[in-house]
């Protein structure tokens, strides 16, 4: 008999976003740290090129909203899946407080990342 209303499970949506921050992680971050944190420093790129209103500008924009949005957000939900998980590994079973607590501050980093781009 197939069972008509079979247990669904919620990992594959926590799973999605652990993928797409460790990707997001993994290909962009050191780029960005690249740039900002080594080529401006050592004058390869115009530091006028980081000006407060060309980085306003930016920020501001659609992609530029996007691109802050997920580079605070996407990772934070990888390092909380990540941490979630390896509570477990580590027999710290906290069970459903454990996956709420780390799921609600990967949330509460989401939602500040989004209030705070707006806000400029």
Do not use: Q
């Not at 799973?15 to 740290?33: H, K, N, Q, R, S």
């Not at 306003?56 to 990888?78: C, D, E, K, N």
């Amino acid at each position: 008999m197939v069972n008509l209303n079979p247990k669904r499970s919620d990992e594959p949506v926590w799973w999605g976003l652990f993928g797409a921050g460790g990707t997001w992680f993994a290909m962009l971050t050191p780029v960005t740290i690249l740039v900002l944190g080594i080529m401006v420093p050592l004058g390869i790129l115009d530091a006028d090129a980081m000006s407060y209103e060309r980085v306003s500008g930016f920020v501001t924009s659609f992609i530029g909203a996007l691109f802050t949005i997920a580079t605070l957000a996407l990772p934070m939900w990888h390092a909380m899946h990540r941490l979630h998980h390896g509570m477990h590994d580590l027999k710290f079973h906290t069970g459903v407080v454990g996956k709420i607590a780390c799921y609600a501050t990967a949330f509460l980093v989401s939602a500040l990342a989004i209030i705070f781009v707006f806000m400029i």
